[in-house]
């Protein structure tokens, strides 16, 4: 069966038909994949039975894995690590966030498998961060574009927060000084495709560096308002044995919370990626190689 696209908005999103994840795969292929998820930033496969092990080597087709510091792994594979929420352990995702953006060198990419589902509901919803960005005006784009923003690992979970908690104590302690706080331009230039998009997020971004409190939380509220608008999205219904590979230097997400007291279990493998940076003030390794 020959690979065919299918977008799903006109912006962002497309599922892909063709292509059986559980198998090695090709560089041809694996380089079509890879510009499908640059010309649609969130791209869904159906019907994938896949392994803990297959799951983790189709990611690792993308470059080194990241484990997450926190979240419990997965016994055969353990890069990839478990979203296991009910009742008992309500998601802590039902928040505007971009994966792991309190480390130096954020996510290129996340990839989740449907393991277990409810009957209705759990969607996940993914906005277009360069179209939320092209959409603000001239002059507060080159604004945005001058300044750097703090991302916090303790903002995202916090010592009380439900992750820390399952992990305990200590384990959080240790995790909160191997993460000090980092520094991200607030516009990222997309290493690959050399477009601009918004890189602040709810749900790990502090605050603007060199500005007043008052004005660091104003802009950064008006900006986590702005990317939700339904220009800006696609929202994927969740079917058995799904899997959804997003672009993590040009989208956030948000899982929606409407399915408790029923189960929702997903398998995440998360593909590390580059420092980012803003054209106007990009690190002299990138400026080399583009040259």
């Keep these: 069966m020959p690979v065919h696209i299918a977008p799903l908005t006109p912006t962002i999103g497309a599922v892909i038909e063709g292509v059986d994840l559980s198998q090695p795969m090709s560089d041809d292929l694996a380089a079509a994949v890879r510009q499908a998820l640059l010309d649609h930033k969130v791209i869904f496969f159906e019907d994938q039975q896949l392994t803990p092990v297959q799951h983790r080597d189709f990611a690792a087709r993308f470059g080194p894995l990241h484990t997450h510091p926190l979240y419990p792994g997965?016994?055969?594979?353990?890069?990839?690590?478990?979203?296991?929420?009910?009742?008992?352990?309500?998601?802590?995702?039902?928040?505007?966030?971009?994966?792991?953006t309190f480390?130096?060198?954020?996510?290129?990419?996340?990839?989740?498998?449907?393991?277990?589902?409810?009957?209705?509901?759990?969607?996940?919803?993914?906005?277009?961060?360069?179209?939320?960005?092209?959409?603000?005006?001239?002059p507060l784009r080159d604004f945005l574009a001058s300044l750097d923003a703090v991302h916090d690992f303790a903002r995202?979970?916090?010592?009380?927060?439900?992750?820390?908690?399952?992990?305990?104590?200590?384990?959080?302690?240790?995790?909160?000084?191997?993460?000090?706080?980092?520094?991200?331009?607030?516009?990222?230039?997309?290493?690959?495709?050399g477009e601009d998009g918004l890189f602040v997020n709810y749900g790990f971004t502090e605050r603007i560096k060199g500005l007043r409190r008052k004005e660091s939380d104003a802009i950064?509220?008006?900006?986590?308002?702005?990317?939700?608008?339904?220009?800006?999205?696609?929202?994927?219904?969740w079917t058995p044995n799904a899997v959804a590979f997003w672009d993590n230097r040009v989208t956030q997400h948000y899982a929606v919370n409407d399915y408790l007291p029923q189960r929702r279990i997903m398998n995440r493998a998360t593909v590390l990626g580059d420092r980012p940076y803003h054209r106007s003030r990009?690190?002299?390794r990138v400026a080399a190689a583009a040259e």
Aim: proline fraction near 12%; aromatic fraction near 8%.
């Design 74 to 100: 997965v016994p055969e594979a353990p890069e990839l690590f478990i979203l296991d929420n009910h009742t008992g352990n309500p998601t802590d995702n039902d928040a505007w966030h971009t994966d792991i």
């Design 103 to 138: 480390i130096e060198t954020p996510p290129m990419g996340s990839i989740l498998y449907a393991k277990h589902l409810p009957p209705l509901g759990g969607d996940t919803v993914w906005s277009d961060m360069r179209a939320a960005y092209e959409a603000l005006s001239p």
């Design 156 to 193: 995202g979970f916090p010592l009380r927060g439900k992750v820390a908690t399952l992990a305990g104590e200590q384990k959080h302690a240790e995790e909160l000084t191997n993460h000090p706080p980092v520094l991200h331009p607030v516009v990222r230039t997309h290493p690959e495709t």
């Design 220 to 237: 950064l509220g008006m900006l986590f308002a702005h990317i939700q608008q339904p220009e800006f999205l696609v929202r994927w219904r």
């Design 282 to 284: 990009r690190p002299q």
